[in-house]
């Protein structure tokens, strides 16, 4: 009996533990998908201001480098975390 009652209240802290690390996951997944986002968006500029004149050609491909290099982070750190529903 002891040990029904021990699984009975033990339940709801692994449940507890599943729920938040969850949501734990989910959220340094959705941050790094941000960032990803966020340098995509840098590249795109980048490119704009170099096609207006605004950059030089080696700076623009000094920053392009900067940008895959945290791109290619970015990529791998998504691609190993869990796969989680809505993210």
């Known amino acids: 009996m002891a040990l029904l009652v021990d699984d009975l209240l033990s339940f709801p802290v692994q449940l507890f533990e599943i729920i938040f ?3 734990l ?5 959705g941050t790094w998908a941000d960032y990803k986002r966020q340098l995509n968006i840098a590249l795109i500029r980048l490119h704009r201001s170099y096609a207006e004149g605004k950059i030089s050609r ?14 290619r982070l970015a990529n791998n ?6 796969m989680q529903a809505g993210v």
């Open 21 to 23: 690390n969850t949501v």
């Open 25 to 29: 996951q989910s959220a340094y997944k």
């Open 58 to 71: 080696k700076e623009m491909r000094r920053i392009e480098s900067k940008i895959f290099m945290e791109l």
């Open 77 to 82: 750190i998504l691609e190993s975390a869990p």
